[in-house]
């Protein structure tokens, strides 16, 4: 198999619809928990990663309350409090023109993948598995493993990259760094519109562009995504003959296909594997896993912090 035909690999191979059917919550004292999934994770080989949009909530970059009214105030007074709930269901709101919607955009992607530095959460997982062989599978689009020191060659972001755009109808497999674009459109923006000559167009069809986030079937798939995935699949056939560790954090069901039924499918066809899920009130396991699977139900911030400690790491990072 030719590099390009590896990169071109069938990203469906990766998914599994079927969850699980024996759902339970561990009745483990949390101290217990804590200091079973720090021994496995010693004891691992390699870890596989699993990171939702739990994680950076935990870590900090929550879409709601005071972090969400304080930065966009003018965008809930232009269009309703109804509305601009949050952060994320503004970002489905119907944008009347292209110089509103880039209004908003620009604004939240600043905030959300630019202007933030790296969390404390995400380096300390970084310093807990900078020794193992691991990778990271993300659908998490804020660069928070980027900018804790993960290698982008161990990162495969599935669901696109705040910091980047691409056509809407995506007519040609490219993306585009848009960093610089979005703070001139941050500092030009008035009524929360950006002006007119500011709107992107796709340099091939001369149509709109979008943000680089898979929202529908134009979801452009370019050269370093499918590279990605093929580094993805050559790890997952890595850790078939390893005693690893499967990582999840923060994965619910809104996309559960990716990362959490996946993690679980795995978990049921190779008895080298275990499985530490972290999640606030989504950390059920199916308990035919036994002993081999950890689910910590509570704060994450708090639970990657006591693994960190828990694996020798330093309180200051």
């Known amino acids: 198999m030719t590099r390009m035909e590896k990169a071109k690999r069938n990203w469906t191979q990766f998914l599994c619809s079927a969850p699980a059917e024996d759902y339970i919550f561990q009745n483990i004292p949390y ?84 202007l933030p530095p790296a969390l404390p959460l995400y380096q300390q997982l970084y310093e807990i598995v900078k020794e193992k062989d691991y990778f990271v599978l993300t659908t998490n689009v804020d660069h928070q493993f980027q900018k804790a020191g993960f290698p982008a060659e161990r990162i495969f972001a599935t669901q696109g990259d705040y910091g980047n755009i691409q056509c809407e109808k995506g007519c040609h497999p490219k993306i585009y760094e848009a960093e610089d674009l979005f703070y001139q459109m941050d500092q ?14 796709c340099p091939v069809c001369g149509g709109n562009m979008t943000m680089h986030l898979r929202c529908d079937q134009y979801f452009v798939e ?14 997952l056939s890595r850790i078939g003959q390893k005693k690893s560790v499967l990582l999840e954090l923060g994965v619910g069901f809104n996309t559960p296909t990716i990362i959490r039924f996946p993690f679980e499918k795995m978990m049921r066809e190779n008895s080298r594997l275990s499985l530490i899920r972290l999640n606030l009130n989504e950390a059920a396991l199916p308990e035919s896993f036994g002993t081999r699977a950890v689910g910590i139900d509570g704060d994450m911030a708090a639970a990657v912090s006591d693994l960190y400690s828990q694996l020798g790491g330093r309180a200051s990072v």
């Open 31 to 114: 101290e217990e928990q804590i200091k079973r999934a720090a021994a496995l994770i010693q004891e691992a080989e390699a870890v596989l990663i699993g990171a939702g949009a739990g994680a950076s909530a935990a870590a900090g970059l929550t879409y709601s309350g005071s972090r969400f009214t304080d930065n966009f105030r003018e965008f809930i007074e232009k269009y309703g409090s109804m509305y601009m709930t949050d952060m994320y269901a503004s970002g489905f709101y119907p944008f009347p023109t292209q110089e509103a919607k880039w209004g908003y955009w620009s604004k939240h992607t600043i905030i959300n993948r630019f």
């Open 188 to 201: 030009a923006r008035h009524d929360c519109m950006i002006p007119s000559g500011m709107v992107p167009k």
């Open 222 to 235: 370019d050269e370093n995504w499918h590279e990605a995935a093929g580094r993805y699949g050559d790890f």
